[in-house]
């Protein structure tokens, strides 16, 4: 028997999802292959890594997940633009201070910030809520007024407050977080219920990021699932691009904050794991990592 | 692509109808089901020819092959994988972690990393994590270096050994010296191939075979195989991460979705020469585990870089469908005594690990009691029946924390307070606290809580 090398192609197309507007739009997704299986196949756009920042002066980061913006972390504004010369693709706000647990700043005012950012910096915007269903619903749909038109990837929309964030999203011209708590079935019926809300082309999932060690590999395996559904067997429910936010889960760890070294490896190796089981977008805290990954990601590692 | 007991049953005697019942079945048929299933040797049936018994026992094998390194106790077992996804079925055999010495390193740096090899262990999840193996390398070239070093560390490792040298002879000299070992020799290639072939018997090494490329490793496997050296690893020579996985990959699928029996062998991988560069090393190696690697070489290890190692390792080879739990008792964290505070969970693995993180973190010592609930999560738990009022109660009083702490109050997860009531009437002696709906909360909320306390 002579060898024949097992190349497979596959007819599942993952959706094109731009993000941002104008020259600094950003495209994911469009992919037929499975994650880095470059030798099968091009892909219309690699996956981008994005770094983290938030509104509240990285309050709880680990000192060394927040040295390198040490002199900015107070001006989101400036926080944002030292993420992109860092080399990020994309910036990702967590409006942590929206938290009624904790802050509770108005939705009005997360919305102004949002918008002097996206109107500010030079890269598309990914903005997350802090989390609260509710409280996420208010701001979210804020934000969406305030920057309508300028195409934010925002969320979670999760299964309890999906109808009014995906209802400002589409009225604003913006793309949609769906996440779900690592469980497939929920995911993709949380897709189907946002199918009927939006285009496919607006929609991205979020699975959950667990950290290493604190569940990683049910997020991989999830991943990977989600991918071969959509890829291997053309799930149209579930072609969305996957948005990977594990730098907070990471730097969280005990293990991470306990040594630097341990904790950069924490994290990217969390962020190699995510990318293998077919994440289009990380999002990381540390800038070293943005750059390992990169090189990974452009065939340089 | 294992073969089904309807194909046997045809190349048993007389086409399957001789139906004698000496291998002690009542017919060929089945015989051949017994076969096709793994539950009976070829042997028990006299009548089978040679030819018909060698071709039965190569489709009868498994289709990636499993490799034993090294003897005794510490021997390491890889290969026998039967999935390219961990969601289809469980992977088996975790990836053996190596530490490369070079016999151009100085004294104190092979001590070192033997040291290292030796003493770094990590307790997790109830298991003790290491690395597995020590590679000798002859880099300096001098045959009698390598020798030197060889012997030198076989009386203070008792770990599988792997030996590279591109000097064959100094490779094989090497092996002599540790054939009762059965040590991984590197690389085996066209070059080498009828040398080591002469030199080598079976069972006393296995051999890695290095190709440019997939292609080129198969007429090395089959005449290897043909030599009766079967306990072999591939290396596809491909020393970048996206190569890597994508020869990882075909090397996989052709064992599995092919059949295709000259790869159906395990794989070594090398992040030690694919950079400098530490950290990328150590990434590179976290990208073998999940793609299908059997054998990494390391340069080196510490304890930052292997411990996320062997938790990835760990958790890449857990069976996906089984939800970890953690054992039903007591944990003590930050070191509590009798007025420290009592918590409760359920067993869910990751659970457990975000509580006790999250109270290790609060810095305020404290009794986490874990309750057996189907290794589920606090809420899915409840939702089961396994977290609740009814249940808890006999476990708080059979678990022995009544006799570790000189106070009555117990707090249990935000996400169940409507447990409360019931629970407050089973354990009417007990002060029962609603905590925190979120683990990450635990760090502010113990601190007050223990504070309010002190009045
Ligand atoms: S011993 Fe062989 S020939 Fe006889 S019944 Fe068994 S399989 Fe058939």
């Not at chain 1, 109808?163 to 011209?173: C, F, K, L, S």
């Not at chain 2, 292609?215 to 020579?237: M, Y």
Request: net charge neutral; aromatic share 6%.
């Amino acid at each position: 028997m002579d060898y024949k090398a097992p190349l497979e192609t596959y007819t599942g197309k993952i959706k094109e999802v731009v993000i941002g507007r104008g020259p600094k739009a950003i495209k994911i997704g469009g992919e037929s292959i499975l994650p880095l299986h470059y030798f099968e196949g091009a892909a219309a756009r690699r996956p981008v890594v994005a770094l983290e920042i938030d509104d509240s002066g990285a309050a709880g980061w680990t000192e060394w997940a927040v040295e390198p913006y040490q002199d900015v972390v107070s001006d989101p504004l400036k926080w944002a633009g030292k993420c992109l010369e860092l080399g990020a693709d994309l910036v990702c706000l967590h409006l942590e201070s929206t938290d009624p647990q904790g802050a509770n700043r108005p939705a009005a005012e997360a919305a102004a910030l949002v918008r002097r950012l996206v109107k500010e910096i030079d890269a598309p915007l990914i903005v997350y809520g802090c989390g609260d269903d509710k409280k996420d619903v208010e701001v979210l749909v804020a934000v969406a007024e305030a920057c309508r038109g300028e195409n934010l990837l925002l969320g979670p929309a999760v299964k309890e407050n999906y109808t009014d964030i995906a209802r400002a999203v589409a009225e604003n011209g913006h793309c949609i977080i769906a996440q779900t708590p690592i469980d497939i079935n929920l995911e993709k019926e949380l897709n189907v219920k946002l199918l009927k809300q939006l285009p496919p082309e607006r929609i991205v999932i979020d699975p959950l990021s667990s950290a290493l060690g604190y569940g990683m590999e049910y997020s991989f395996t999830i991943m990977e699932r989600t991918r071969q559904v959509g890829v291997v067997y053309g799930d149209m429910a579930m072609q969305m691009p996957i948005i990977a936010d594990l730098g907070r889960e990471c730097w969280k760890t005990n293990q991470a904050r306990a040594d630097r070294e341990q904790g950069m490896l924490w994290e990217s190796i969390t962020a190699m794991n995510l990318l293998l089981a077919g994440a289009d977008i990380l999002v990381l805290r540390h800038p070293d990592n943005c750059r390992l990954l990169k090189e990974a990601i452009e065939g340089k590692l | 692509m294992a073969i089904k007991g309807t194909d046997i049953v045809k190349r048993l005697p007389e086409g399957g109808k001789k139906n004698c019942k000496e291998c002690g079945l009542p017919t060929c048929f089945a015989f051949a089901m017994k076969l096709a299933s793994g539950g009976s040797a070829i042997e028990k049936c006299p009548y089978i020819s040679p030819e018909v018994r060698s071709g039965l026992e190569d489709a009868l094998a498994p289709p990636i092959r499993p490799v034993t390194i090294g003897t005794g106790a510490n021997a390491l077992v890889v290969g026998d994988e039967t999935v390219l996804y961990r969601h289809e079925k469980t992977f088996v055999h975790q990836p053996g972690i190596a530490v490369l010495i070079a016999d151009d390193e100085s004294v104190e740096a092979v001590e070192g990393k033997i040291r290292k090899l030796k003493e770094l262990k990590f307790g997790w999840v109830g298991q003790t994590l290491r690395a597995d193996l020590l590679a000798l390398q002859n880099k300096s070239g001098d045959p009698a270096k390598f020798t030197a070093i060889v012997n030198k560390v076989l009386p203070e490792v008792d770990c599988p050994l792997m030996l590279i040298s591109q000097d064959t002879d100094a490779l094989l000299a090497a092996h002599a010296l540790c054939a009762g070992r059965k040590p991984l020799l590197y690389p085996v290639t066209a070059q080498n191939l009828e040398k080591v072939i002469s030199a080598v018997k079976a069972k006393a090494a296995v051999l890695a075979v290095k190709g440019a490329g997939v292609e080129s490793l198969v007429h090395l496997t089959k005449r290897l195989k043909e030599a009766g050296l079967e306990d072999i690893l591939l290396d596809p020579g491909s020393r970048d991460l996206q190569s890597a996985v994508r020869d990882q990959t075909l090397i996989r699928r052709a064992a599995l979705k092919q059949g295709f029996r000259a790869l159906g062998y395990p794989t070594i991988a090398f992040p030690c020469f694919m950079t400098s560069d530490r950290r990328r090393e150590t990434l590179l190696a976290s990208m073998f585990i999940p793609k299908y690697a059997a054998v990494i070489v390391l340069s080196d290890i510490d304890e930052h870089s292997l411990l996320p190692l062997l938790v990835q390792r760990l958790n890449t080879y857990t069976d996906p469908r089984i939800p970890m739990s953690m054992e039903e008792k007591i944990y003590p964290i930050n070191n509590p005594d009798a007025g420290s505070p009592v918590l409760i969970t359920a067993n869910w693995a990751l659970t457990y690990f975000i509580v006790a993180s999250e109270v290790e973190a609060s810095k305020v010592p404290a009794w986490l009691c874990v309750k057996e609930a189907g290794g589920l999560g606090v809420l899915t738990a409840w939702a089961a029946g396994k977290f609740s009022g009814d249940s808890i109660a006999p476990f708080i009083r059979k678990c022995g924390i009544e006799g570790m702490v000189n106070h009555r109050r117990l707090v249990i997860p935000g996400k169940v307070a409507r447990i409360r009531n019931e629970l407050a009437e089973a354990l009417p002696d007990w002060q029962i606290i609603v905590g925190p709906g979120d683990a990450n909360e635990i760090p502010a909320y113990l601190p007050a809580l223990v504070k309010s306390w002190k009045g």
